[in-house]
Nanobody, 116 residues
């Protein structure tokens, strides 16, 4: 059974940093791409960043590029998202997800709250 477990959220002030982690079980991480998404209250869920754990290619959304860094630790089957220079508008529930054989799997989400 494929499972994703997100962790690492918290409350920080503007300019602060956190490291989010997404531990994947049930599959070998380096065979797939993992994405981080976020949903702020009253908004649609948006993709923030993703990584191909096999070749290391990364992608970032325009609002986070230069501030967030995604990486994979294939030995630990975990993807990390370093979120830095945080702004109040980064406040959201952050979730990780992967697509396997046309089925999308989601972790449960972790709350990031940024105060001004």
């Amino acid at each position: 059974e494929v499972q994703l477990q997100a962790s690492g959220g918290g409350s920080v002030q503007t300019g602060g940093s956190l490291r989010l982690s997404c531990r994947v079980s049930g599959v070998t991480l380096n065979d797939y791409a993992i994405g981080w998404w976020r949903r702020a209250p009253g908004t649609e869920r948006e993709v923030v960043s993703c990584i191909n754990a096999g070749d290391g290619q990364t992608w970032y959304g325009g609002s986070v590029e230069g501030r967030f860094t995604i990486s994979s630790d294939n030995a630990e089957n975990t993807v990390h998202l370093r979120v830095s220079s945080l702004k109040p508008e980064d406040t959201a529930v952050y979730s990780c997800s992967t697509l396997i054989l046309r089925t999308r799997y989601w972790g449960q989400g972790t709350q990031v709250t940024v105060s001004s």
